[in-house]
């Protein structure tokens, strides 16, 4: 099947799924979801393609982050120094269980974690609400560390584990969870991602392609999430959760 198709539309094909990788990262999380069967359509390894995948969107991330300068500067230093560190450690101990743990290991728990990520998410704001905010922040750090530790093993729903997690620890500006989703899933990103490279898992060629597209996609979409409706956004990380549930549901 693979061979039926010509070299030039298998890297239109993995380069699209950056670009529209890097706009749903910026937006909602979900984008390695694009990627990681793009790579294995045209002809990597799974495994080389998680890796690989995970090499792509991690600029995007950088662009995300850029979009999202004036949300960052508002927050107090120390908390995002802490974070980033946080984020980085995760990131390395996640990749380190890629490389020596079995995959379908964890394949396993991924629908688990996706669907339960995008029911915290939705019901965020009324549990926020309810408990008025009190005693969540005593778990923010530790839940990063958890989730810095899948998006270091498996990228797929990063962005919705880490939206749901802020959501639930108080954070009620979207555009900040948003901000804040990115440094963090740029800083484990590209922890875990240069452990890859090092192991000699990433295919280069396409990695370069698709990160410079990925970074584009990054940019925009950052842009395009401040100026859409918080309700819009919403609704997008929940339908991408739960659509991305079914699917790892159905190749489980």
């Known amino acids: 099947m693979i061979a039926a198709w010509p070299t030039e539309a298998l890297w239109l094909l993995t ?41 792509a969107v991690s600029p995007g991330y950088l662009g995300s982050v850029l979009g999202f300068r004036s949300e ?11 974070e980033v ?4 450690v995760g990131g390395l101990i996640g990749a380190g269980l890629l490389l020596i743990t079995p995959e379908r290991v964890f394949a396993g728990l991924v629908p688990w974690l996706l669907l339960l990520a995008t029911a915290l998410f939705a019901a965020g704001p009324w549990l926020a609400k309810r408990q008025g905010g009190q005693g969540q922040a005593a778990w923010r750090l530790p839940g990063l560390m958890a ?43 590209l922890l875990s991602v240069a452990a890859f490279a090092v192991a000699g898992a990433i295919v280069w060629p396409q990695a370069v392609w698709m990160m ?17 409706p918080a309700r819009w956004v919403r609704g997008l990380v929940i339908g991408t959760g739960l659509i991305m549930s079914g ?6």
């Open 15 to 55: 380069g699209a799924a950056a670009f529209a990788a890097g706009v749903l990262n910026a937006i909602a999380g979900g984008g390695s979801f694009l990627t990681f069967p793009a790579l294995v359509f045209a002809g990597v390894p799974p495994l080389a393609a998680n890796a690989t995948s995970a090499m």
């Open 72 to 82: 960052l500067r508002s927050l107090p230093r120390a908390l995002l120094q802490s």
């Open 85 to 88: 560190s946080i984020a980085a």
């Open 147 to 189: 989730v810095a530790i899948y998006g270091g093993y498996f990228n797929g729903g990063l962005g919705i584990l880490l939206m749901a997690l802020y959501t639930l620890t108080g954070e009620g500006r979207l555009n900040t969870v948003n901000a804040l989703k990115n440094l963090n899933s740029f800083v484990l990103s």
């Open 212 to 228: 410079a597209l990925a970074t584009a996609g990054g940019w925009l979409g950052a842009r395009v999430a401040k100026r859409l």
């Open 247 to 252: 699917v790892f549901f159905y190749r489980a």
